[in-house]
């Protein structure tokens, strides 16, 4: 047996495991309805699926491989870039189709609140890094800060965003985006002075505009995770 060289052997192959936050969109019967309802949800928030993760659940609905085929064409056409599916049938993901994907965590927002605000731990016990924005965040800036929490002396302007990897807090109008506990952190919170926010997620649980309690808006809320269920309450 001959001995392989030091300098000719292979390197070893690294894996690395990364998670990204993904928009689920599951469309519902007739699809042209649909897809006009998500033209007016892109025209609200410009710029919003740009570069951005989608998932497509297709999960029960009662469509044909073709109608399958033609909704993922017409998305594309919308820039909607589709990474995976969940529920399609297996024979539809051929060449050319996005990857079948299942699992991750699905939201539910409670207008009334299902638990009392998480008290905070004493700030004695460890520092967290923030970052002050002392300016307003204007549409299309986004705002990424993994570290801790994001301040914003200012309000959030519709088609920006603010991801933090802890809370954020809003001094002004969230017209926005605002993603806190980025990185996994369950207990963080968003604060705002005006809810007016096109979406806001905890930890990967997100909720759209349209899902968002019309009584909320305009006032001064916050924002915390209870039981993997979002939690809204009016601060004043």
């Keep these: 047996m001959v ?3 030091a300098s000719k052997q292979r390197a ?5 495991g990364r998670s990204f936050l ?18 007016k949800l892109s025209k609200r928030s410009e710029g919003y699926f740009a570069s951005r993760p989608v998932i497509l659940d297709v999960t029960g609905l009662a469509i044909t491989k073709r109608d399958f085929a033609e909704l993922i064409a017409m998305l594309y056409e919308r820039e909607i870039k589709v990474m995976g599916v969940e529920g399609a049938d297996p024979s ?23 638990a009392e605000p998480p008290k905070q731990n004493s ?3 460890r520092a967290i890094p923030s970052l002050l924005i002392e300016t307003p965040v204007r549409s299309g800036q986004s705002i990424i800060f993994p570290q801790g929490d994001v ?4 309000s959030v302007a519709s088609g920006a965003e603010i991801i933090a990897g802890n809370s954020i807090h809003i001094y002004g109008t969230l017209r926005g985006r605002a993603i806190a506990g ?5 207990g963080a919170r968003i604060f705002c002075q005006k809810f007016e926010a096109e979406l806001i997620a905890i930890d990967g649980l997100y909720q759209t505009a349209d899902d968002l309690d019309a009584s909320l808006r305009g006032r001064a809320i916050q924002a915390w ?8 309450a009016a601060l004043a």
Excluded: Y
Excluded at 225 to 232: P, T
């Design 12 to 16: 070893a192959i690294r894996f690395r």
């Design 92 to 114: 539809w993901l051929g060449f050319g189709m996005p990857p079948s994907v299942s699992g991750g965590k699905q939201t539910e927002i409670l207008h009334k609140p299902s």
């Design 151 to 154: 301040t914003v002396v200012g």
């Design 182 to 186: 980025s990185t996994g952190n369950a």
């Design 3 to 5: 001995a392989t060289p």
């Design 225 to 232: 995770l209870a039981n993997d269920k979002m939690n809204m």
């Design 22 to 39: 993904a928009t689920v969109l599951a469309p519902e019967l007739p699809l042209a309805d649909w897809l006009a309802e998500l033209d």
């Design 123 to 125: 700030f004695v016990d």
